[in-house]
């Protein structure tokens, strides 16, 4: 693993903390480098692999899934999701076609 946030999922009085992490890129064969990352999402654990000509295309494709993946999530459109604060963002990026989804600082500056 090379990085990870913790957000945070309001459920009526509790807190769930929700762990996003990074892995290494790995290289596949000869143009082709893949980028692992997990969501632990309450009762699921979701892991994909983004991939790229090289090791930073394969990491950037992977932060942009997060950023879709949470940006489209019900806990996100339920208003429920945080990192620093409600309303603040993620500090992920999100493809073009995404980003009318982009709230709080993401908006400023993604």
């Known amino acids: 693993m090379i990085a990870s946030r913790e957000l945070t999922l309001r459920d009526g009085d509790k807190l769930i903390e929700i762990s996003v992490r990074i892995f ?3 290289f ?3 143009g082709v480098w893949k980028c692992r990352y997990e969501i632990e999402w309450p009762g699921e654990n979701h892991s ?3 991939y790229g000509f090289d090791g930073i295309q394969a990491l950037f494709i992977a932060l942009q899934m997060v950023g879709a ?3 489209t ?3 996100h459109k339920d208003g429920r999701l945080y990192w620093d604060k409600p309303g603040s963002g993620y500090g992920f990026p999100v493809a073009s076609s995404l980003r009318d989804l ?3 600082d993401d ?3 993604l």
């Open 102 to 104: 982009l709230q709080g």
């Open 73 to 75: 999530s019900n806990y």
């Open 69 to 71: 993946e949470i940006y």
């Open 24 to 26: 290494t890129p790995e």
């Open 28 to 30: 596949e064969k000869e």
């Open 107 to 109: 908006k400023k500056y």
């Open 48 to 50: 994909f692999d983004a």
